[in-house]
């Protein structure tokens, strides 16, 4: 019950910051919105995933599939509805349940960390050159659609919104790595604060090199791989010894 009543009220107070951001006064240093962004934004959006980790464990491989496709109609129903705050939440949720669906295929942990290995270098080259970096310059639309946002406060030039955006791939990511230190027996704690640190260290490259889009992925398959470094080492170890 803990847990639901905090999940209750994460969901309430980032629905209330969604809906109120815009109208609170602009920050004036663009370092002061990654604060926000980096130590107060994400990890309430990402503490979300941390306290429904359980209902990975306690649902079958159908069940979940059932979870996140029905999560999936919700957030494009709602997206069409234009609930942007429910649609924002519900890909968010979405995105995780696939993550935990494809963590069954997954025998052993070291497993998990060759995809953390092999998703860098797509990520970074989707980016800097293949189909990422195309929807971002020449079809938002396409990737609003296809990401999270978060707000900052106040508004731009144009009276818009401020958001930073995460990739709904970067998300399934996040899910799939926190589900399988739960899985697996890894450390959730330390791995969910690399990890969420890693967007906010993306943000801050994002802004170093002012550049729109920087590849999250790198820095998020950082962080899983140390806070588990030596237990995945043993994994592999482990698969060695059982094959001689």
């Given at each position: 019950m803990v847990r639901v009543a905090a999940v209750l009220a994460l969901v309430t107070a980032i629905a209330l910051w969604s809906q109120f951001a815009p109208s609170l006064?602009?920050?004036?240093?663009e370092w002061g919105n990654v604060a926000i962004l980096s130590f107060g934004v994400i990890p309430a959006m990402f503490a979300l995933v941390w306290l429904c980790l359980p209902l990975r464990g306690v649902l079958s491989l159908p069940q979940l599939a059932i979870l996140?496709?029905?999560?999936?109609?919700?957030?494009?129903a709602c997206s069409l509805a234009d609930l942007e705050i429910a649609a924002n939440l519900l890909?968010?949720?979405a995105a995780t349940a696939v993550g935990w669906l494809a963590l069954a295929f997954f025998e052993a942990p070291w497993w998990v960390m060759l995809v953390a290995l092999l998703i860098?270098?797509?990520?970074?080259f989707?980016?800097?050159r293949g189909p990422t970096k195309e929807i971002t310059e020449?079809?938002?639309?396409?990737?609003?659609?296809?990401?999270?946002?978060m707000l900052i406060p106040g508004r731009n030039a144009e009276g818009q919104a401020q958001a930073a955006h995460l990739g709904l791939p970067d998300v399934l990511f996040f899910g799939l790595f926190l589900g399988a230190c739960a899985r697996f027996f890894l450390r959730v704690a330390p791995t969910w604060v690399l990890m969420t640190l890693s967007f906010g260290g993306t943000l801050v490259l994002a802004v170093w090199f002012d550049q729109?889009?920087?590849a999250a992925l790198p820095l998020l398959s950082a962080g899983f791989v140390l806070a588990n470094a030596d237990l995945l080492w043993h994994s592999i170890r482990g698969s060695r010894t059982s094959h001689l």
């Open positions: 006064p602009a920050v004036d240093s996140a496709a029905t999560l999936v109609v919700l957030a494009f890909k968010l949720a860098v270098p797509v990520d970074l989707s980016v800097a020449n079809q938002p639309q396409v990737f609003d659609a296809l990401s999270v946002y729109a889009g920087v």
